[in-house]
Nanobody, 123 residues
Framework: QVQLVESGGGLVQAGGSLRLSCAAS????????MGWFRQAPGKEREFVAV???????YYTGSVKGRFTISRDNAKNTLYLQMNSLKPEDTAVYYC?????????????????WGQGTQVTVSS
């Protein structure tokens, strides 16, 4: 079983930065691909970024060049550095873990989810 706990969300002005963290329990963190998803009010949850067990990364187009996903296997922690934030980045952000180490972009590919952390970007 894997438990995921996100932190680091908050209120920030447009153009600002936030770093989200996701602390993972369990012994399989280093062998799991880890992803970030987000859900804005009234919208479906969408893929944001993923990092494989081999540290390959992939981003959705709207955040490419602004967000950076990384992991620290020694600390069992996943990060999402978000720069140049825009009001349209406002959402609840979720981290998720795959049972496999390969990159995946669909929600159905992830077995474990955190409770989410709110990010609000004001204009």
């Amino acid at each position: 079983q894997v438990q995921l706990v996100e932190s680091g969300g908050g209120l920030v002005q447009a153009g600002g930065s936030l770093r989200l963290s996701c602390a993972a329990s369990g012994r399989t963190f280093s062998s799991s691909a880890m992803g970030w998803f987000r859900q804005a009010p009234g919208k479906e949850r969408e893929f944001v970024a993923v990092i494989s067990s081999g540290n390959r990364t992939y981003y959705t187009g709207s955040v490419k060049g602004r967000f950076t996903i990384s992991r620290d296997n020694a600390k069992n922690t996943l990060y999402l550095q978000m720069n140049s934030l825009k009001p349209e980045d406002t959402a609840v952000y979720y981290c998720a873990a795959r049972s496999l180490g390969l990159i995946g972009v669909g929600e159905w590919e992830y077995s474990y989810w955190g409770q989410g952390t709110q990010v609000t970007v004001s204009s």
